[in-house]
């Protein structure tokens, strides 16, 4: 019987080392073989914010007068905040972002100091802001937020404790849904929309600041970002009757 165990055991241990060979050698036939396109792979893990309040555009207006302000070159110019391009779009046609952060903005420099006027002078450097709205057509795969298997997991198995130990099986909900709801503040849909908003000063032909930030938003709100690019309904066709009689 000792022979017998020693052989069975010299006879696993030559199987395992005889299939950490043979992983080694595919994993070194891997890397070694060619592709004739490159092998998609992914970023580090980072987060991105989703802009939906109007609290967000002031969060935003106050970080980017911060910025502005800790320029040499601009914190003691007189600056203008120029107007939009589209004159032609009303209260009520969308654009709400741009009217609302440019107002922000400006109560946020007056605030700190800056010297802002109400129409450009020679003197003065122009704070110019672009919109510009981002959408996904065709987005592949996309990791749930980071903790979500886990916390499901978790729920699945503090939902068997009852079954063992508490006489109320909905009592091993309670646990599981205290860690959901400190966890769930913070998750969000991806989305396909996005929008780059850059704020930049501009004296003559010179760039003396540019400062680019990326949000997601929801796909409902991109009138209030980029109203240009939202689909019109077809307008009804009218038809006159006039009377012959």
Same mark, same amino acid.
């Given at each position: 019987?000792?022979?017998?165990?020693?052989?069975?055991?010299?006879?696993?241990?030559?199987?395992?080392?005889?299939?950490?060979?043979?992983?080694?050698?595919?994993?070194?036939?891997?890397?070694?073989?060619?592709?004739?396109?490159?092998?998609?792979?992914?970023?580090?893990?980072?987060?991105?914010?989703?802009?939906?309040?109007?609290?967000?555009?002031?969060?935003?207006?106050?970080?980017?007068?911060?910025?502005?302000?800790?320029?040499?070159?601009?914190?003691?110019?007189?600056?203008?905040?120029?107007?939009?391009?589209?004159?032609?779009?009303?209260?009520?046609?969308?654009?709400?972002?741009?009217?609302?952060?440019?107002?922000?903005?400006?109560?946020?420099?007056?605030?700190?100091?800056? *010297?802002?006027? %109400?129409? =450009? /002078?020679?003197?003065?450097?122009?704070?110019? $802001?672009?919109?510009?709205? +981002?959408?996904?057509?065709?987005?592949?795969?996309?990791r749930p937020p980071a903790g979500a298997f886990?916390?499901?997991?978790?729920?699945?198995?503090?939902?068997?404790?009852?079954? *063992?130990?508490? %006489?109320? =099986? /909905?009592?091993?909900?309670?646990?599981?849904? $205290?860690?959901?709801?400190? +966890?769930?503040?913070?998750?969000?849909?991806?989305?396909?929309?996005?929008?780059i908003i850059t704020t930049q000063i501009i004296?003559?032909?010179?760039?003396?600041?540019?400062?680019? *930030?990326?949000?997601?938003?929801n796909a409902g709100d991109r009138r209030q970002?980029?109203?240009?690019?939202?689909?019109?309904?077809?307008?009804?066709?009218?038809?006159?009757?006039?009377?012959?009689?």
């Amino acid at each position: 019987m000792r022979i017998c165990f020693s052989s069975l055991v010299t006879h696993s241990l030559f199987r395992l080392a005889g299939i950490g060979l043979v992983s080694a050698m595919l994993s070194g036939c891997f890397y070694a073989n060619t592709s004739q396109a490159p092998i998609a792979t992914t970023y580090p893990y980072t987060e991105q914010q989703r802009m939906q309040a109007a609290h967000h555009w002031e969060v935003l207006a106050r970080h980017e007068a911060s910025s502005i302000l800790q320029r040499e070159r601009v914190r003691f110019r007189d600056l203008h905040i120029t107007e939009s391009d589209n004159q032609a779009l009303h209260l009520y046609s969308g654009g709400e972002f741009e009217r609302g952060f440019r107002t922000l903005l400006t109560s946020e420099l007056v605030s700190r100091g800056a *010297n802002l006027t %109400t129409v =450009p /002078t020679p003197n003065a450097a122009n704070i110019h $802001i672009n919109v510009e709205v +981002v959408e996904h057509r065709d987005r592949g795969f996309i990791r749930p937020p980071a903790g979500a298997f886990t916390a499901l997991t978790t729920g699945i198995a503090v939902a068997t404790i009852p079954i *063992n130990r508490w %006489t109320e =099986p /909905t009592l091993g909900l309670i646990p599981a849904a $205290i860690g959901a709801d400190i +966890v769930s503040g913070s998750w969000t849909h991806t989305g396909n929309e996005e929008v780059i908003i850059t704020t930049q000063i501009i004296d003559g032909e010179r760039i003396l600041y540019s400062s680019s *930030n990326i949000y997601y938003i929801n796909a409902g709100d991109r009138r209030q970002y980029a109203p240009h690019r939202v689909v019109r309904a077809p307008a009804t066709p009218t038809v006159s009757i006039t009377d012959t009689w």
